[in-house]
């Protein structure tokens, strides 16, 4: 049997660092919503009882560090299933962006292995497996808008965000979350309002939510990395209603209601960036 699962990307709308923990980790507040950019990830059925992925990147290892690799372990494992898959990833989303491509490719392994193999569990038995792979695997196992609290496994969906178009402009470098987080001066974090941005989801409210956009990451990130506070402003520039690094970068990304401003922004940034990209909301 062959069967097929999109890995949606996903963008930070709010992203507020609380406190830090014992465990090296960081309490965290994120409204995170999932973009129409996805992986494709293909399960074909082994007679070997094993795992193998293929995949075409050069950014990301096709043995048992990937993250698809780790979701199918830990499924097989928790299940006792004795069968073999291989797992075929197309990659569309950008590698170490903070778009959180390897953790949603994680989830599509855990939501297409629990139908390969008919364990008929739940999202939220799916998202409790996925949080042991990644802070960021629960939430891409339910998708949409949703709150993430505590490192950021805990979720709580919220309501659909707006259909409205996204630019993403990626610079050339690679940003490792651990070392933004690394960076934190707590008592200097500014933190985003994610009241008021609840607010505007809830109201679907365009303007509103574009207005309360955050991430108190994003002046880490432009200190270490320059260009990412270029590319926000000339994003700006370009009449995007609202801009916001995602994660923990170099990703920025801009909201526009219609498309044939979304256009002109992505046109304006394909002079800039090697990688732009443009795509709608999923919310
Ligand atoms: C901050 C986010 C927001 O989406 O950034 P992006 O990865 O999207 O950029 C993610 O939660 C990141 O998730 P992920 O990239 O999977 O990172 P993890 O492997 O969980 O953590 C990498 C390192 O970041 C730091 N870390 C991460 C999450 C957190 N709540 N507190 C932390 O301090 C820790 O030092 C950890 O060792
Ligand atoms: N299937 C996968 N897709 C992407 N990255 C993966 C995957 N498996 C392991 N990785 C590793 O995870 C790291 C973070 O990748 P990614 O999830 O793309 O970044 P981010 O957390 O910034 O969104 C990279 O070092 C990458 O090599």
């Known amino acids: 049997m062959v069967l097929f699962e999109k890995a949606p990307a996903k963008i930070n709308l709010s992203l507020d660092v609380l406190s830090k923990r014992d465990d090296g980790y960081h309490n965290v507040e994120m409204i995170m919503t999932t973009i129409d ?7 074909h059925e082994l007679k070997k009882d094993r795992i193998t992925i293929s995949l075409e990147s050069r950014f990301v290892p096709s043995d048992e560090r990937n993250l698809a690799y780790k ?4 499924f097989k494992e928790r299940y006792g299933i004795k069968a073999g898959v291989h797992i075929k990833i197309e990659k569309n989303i950008p590698v170490s962006a903070g778009l959180g491509g390897g953790s949603s490719d994680a989830a599509a392994v855990l939501r297409g292995l629990n139908r390969l193999w008919s364990k008929n569990l739940s999202l939220k038995e799916l998202a409790c ?8 695997v629960p939430f891409c196992v339910y998708g949409g808008t949703g709150i993430a609290t505590g490192r950021g496994e805990n979720v709580e969906l919220l309501k659909t965000a707006p259909a409205c178009w996204v630019v993403l402009a990626k610079p050339n470098i690679g940003v490792s979350s651990g070392a933004v987080f690394q960076q934190i001066k707590l008592h200097e974090i500014e933190h985003p309002n994610i009241e008021k941005l609840m607010k505007a989801l809830d109201k679907n409210d365009f303007s509103m939510i574009c207005a309360h956009l955050g991430n108190a990451l994003e002046s880490i990130t432009m200190a270490l990395h320059p260009e990412v506070r270029h590319i926000k402003e000339t994003m700006m520039q370009a009449g995007a209603t609202g801009t916001l690094m995602s994660g923990s970068g170099p990703t920025v990304y801009g909201l526009a209601m219609q498309e ?3 256009q002109r922004i992505y046109n304006g940034m394909r002079g800039f960036c090697e990688e732009v990209f443009l795509v709608r909301l999923l919310g």
Do not use: H, M, N, Q
């Open 37 to 43: 950019l996805s992986d494709r990830i293909e399960f």
């Open 71 to 74: 979701a199918a372990a830990l």
């Open 129 to 136: 497996l996925g949080a042991e792979l990644g802070t960021d």
């Open 260 to 262: 044939s401003k979304a």
